[in-house]
């Protein structure tokens, strides 16, 4: 099954600006990156908000259908989503 190990967004930031994010899937785990303009290069994000979680957690719900990912890795990232924010609720 083959895996697009990259999915990107944007969302607003608390200055107003809107800020790219990316994600990319490496050795099992998820990386985080940002940057506000495209001409700026992307910097790693060490310990994402909630927010960003949840973008990744749908984005890979809307790709399990077209067999992009497998049902399991929407299990992993909601598992890493409460091991990271224990008061959330999924």
């Not at 099954?1 to 800020?19: H, L, N, V």
């Not at 940002?34 to 719900?61: F, K």
Request: with cysteine.
């Amino acid at each position: 099954m083959a895996i697009k190990s990259e999915i990107a967004w944007s969302r607003p930031s608390p200055e107003g600006f809107k800020i790219h994010v990316y994600a990319r899937r490496y050795g099992g785990e998820w990386q985080f990156h940002t940057r506000l303009r495209r001409s700026e290069p992307w910097v790693p994000l060490p310990e994402p908000p909630l927010e960003d979680w949840n973008a990744l957690l749908d984005a890979v719900r809307r790709r399990v259908p077209r067999r992009l990912f497998p049902p399991a890795e929407v299990v992993r990232i909601e598992r890493m989503i409460r091991e990271r924010f224990p008061d959330s609720c999924l």
